[in-house]
């Protein structure tokens, strides 16, 4: 880890270290902001001691950050083009860095404070937009080039169907706990239950499915939010120290080879379908060499594949290519995917075809979409830290002020196998979601279908917080970079 300073001046040295702090902060605030809801209903339930609770979701936060893959990673950092990506100076890239992470921060910090559940995703991705946003505005671009408009309405839309579907789900999972057995007493809150019996404990399989399914979400948490904090890290290392970080330097020769593969299968197939391809103009002159910067254009395609084939020929290692030709690499591979992922959306291309071309582009990110070891870990750690601290705010507004009663064991059941279900499947697919919007809309749907009623005011703030979170950071965040900028130029 500590080589990724070598041969820095001492001041870049010292701003990359306080921004890998303040990545492993925002993570450590995301655990007691957002793992709060994790707990929120296991320990509202009575089904865990509170100290329990949140050791035990904190090791599988742990756990789903070290399990979880890289999919919704590099979703996160694929949501800025790849032009600023590779194209930020040192400085530059600071701004930005700073900028995102002081406006996430200062959002997840003040709902946090007033006990609101608010999404760390939404606060996440409405900061790097906002940056993304201000930096096309500044160089006199279209506002919208500075993100990636087709990632932006992927993820926006995971983040604002999943609590529909959480409301749903959560209120027919109840529904059907109900009529398989009216009766039972997992359907009373734990004040009830005390009255009848004496104690506060739910029924023991009702208790063990609850303990489960807590920490079935806090596994289901870290693998989708925690993998969010891998992604901003790798934008950091990315940014900030491309020289190490433009490809995995740990890369095997099989690896390095199957890139050069990818690119070579994809050349032949560009070439054997250039008839179909005549709308679009892909480069014919492949001797032409590249500019030394050149934009992700279908025009440079051929040529671009053609460099990278050349570059990696007998190539073993990284080590072999200087830091230049790692960053010319880098770029390549992201313009080939980016280019590749727009081709396969050609309505003249067979669903064989598209699966070849999904298949190519793989092996053309098998040396770029990566995080070493110490990174997941780092991640890890700070997201489990974080889990075991700052969550009764949470935990109060989530067990009492949603619904106008308080929740039963099988309310608490049926949102948090829900919320797990969802937010397993969100990071299986590579898709961002809010565990507190999807917990949230998931208790909510239970208190409707147990015709508990819904207190207005508490649901007010959250849809206020879940409808002013992105414009807000987005403005925050892209003030923060505009004013930096400006004064540090």
Not at 6 to 24: E, H, I, K, N
Not at 196 to 209: A, E, S
Not at 421 to 437: K, L, N, Q, R
């Amino acid at each position: 880890m500590l080589d990724l300073f070598t041969g820095m001046a001492t001041w870049p040295a010292v701003m990359l270290a306080l921004a890998l702090f303040f990545v492993l902060a925002y993570e450590f605030i995301n655990g007691f902001h957002d793992t709060a809801n994790a707990v929120a209903t296991v320990i509202y339930t009575k089904a865990m001691p509170a100290h329990l609770a949140v050791i035990g979701s904190g090791i599988f936060n742990f756990l789903g950050v070290i399990l979880g893959g890289l999919g919704v990673a590099y979703a996160i950092v694929h949501l800025l083009p790849v032009d600023l990506l590779l194209n930020v100076g040192v400085g530059h890239g600071l701004y930005m860095v700073y900028a995102l992470l002081a406006a996430a921060i200062i959002w997840n910090l003040g709902t946090w404070y007033f006990g609101i559940p608010a999404s760390s995703s939404h606060t996440l991705i409405g900061s790097i937009m906002g940056v993304g946003i201000a930096n096309a505005m500044m160089n006199n671009q279209y506002w919208l080039s500075g993100i990636n408009v087709k990632k932006a309405i992927d993820i926006l839309l995971s983040l604002l169907i999943s609590p529909t579907i959480g409301l749903v789900l959560a209120g027919l999972f109840l529904l059907a706990l109900k009529k398989w057995r009216p009766e039972s007493r997992m359907h009373m809150t734990p004040d009830e239950r005390k009255a009848v019996d004496g104690k506060k404990h739910p029924p023991f399989w009702t208790r063990t499915t609850l303990i489960a399914s807590a920490m079935g979400m806090s596994f289901a948490h870290g693998s989708n939010d925690g993998q969010k904090g891998i992604g901003l890290l790798m934008l950091v290392l990315i940014g900030l120290a491309p020289t190490q970080f433009a490809v995995n330097m740990d890369s095997t020769a099989l690896q390095i080879q199957q890139t050069r593969d990818s690119a070579i299968h994809m050349r032949d197939f560009y070439l054997s379908n250039q008839a179909r391809f005549q709308q679009i103009n892909l480069g014919s002159n492949t001797g032409k060499p590249l500019p030394a910067l050149f934009k992700c254009e279908a025009a440079t395609t051929l040529p671009a594949l053609e460099s990278v084939i050349g570059t990696l020929s007998g190539v073993k290692n990284y080590s072999q290519l200087s830091s230049e030709d790692r960053r010319k690499v880098r770029r390549i591979l992201l313009c080939l995917d980016d280019t590749a992922k727009k081709i396969s959306k050609l309505p003249s291309l067979s669903s064989q075809d598209k699966a070849d071309l999904n298949e190519m582009r793989k092996g053309l990110n098998t040396t770029t979409e990566y995080a070493p070891r110490w990174v997941i870990v780092a991640v890890a750690l700070a997201l489990g830290l974080g889990t075991m601290v700052g969550w009764k705010r949470i935990v109060y507004t989530v067990g009492e002020k949603i619904g106008n009663k308080g929740m039963t064991y099988a309310q608490g059941n049926a949102a948090q196998i829900t919320a797990a279900s969802a937010i397993g499947i969100a990071s299986w697919t590579g898709m961002p979601v809010s565990t507190t919007h999807i917990l949230s809309s998931a208790v909510a749907g239970t208190m409707v279908a147990n015709k508990s009623g819904l207190q207005g005011g508490t649901v007010k703030s959250i849809a206020i917080a879940w409808v002013l979170t992105l414009p807000v950071t987005i403005l925050l965040s892209g003030g923060i970079f505009w004013a930096a900028s400006a004064l540090f130029a």
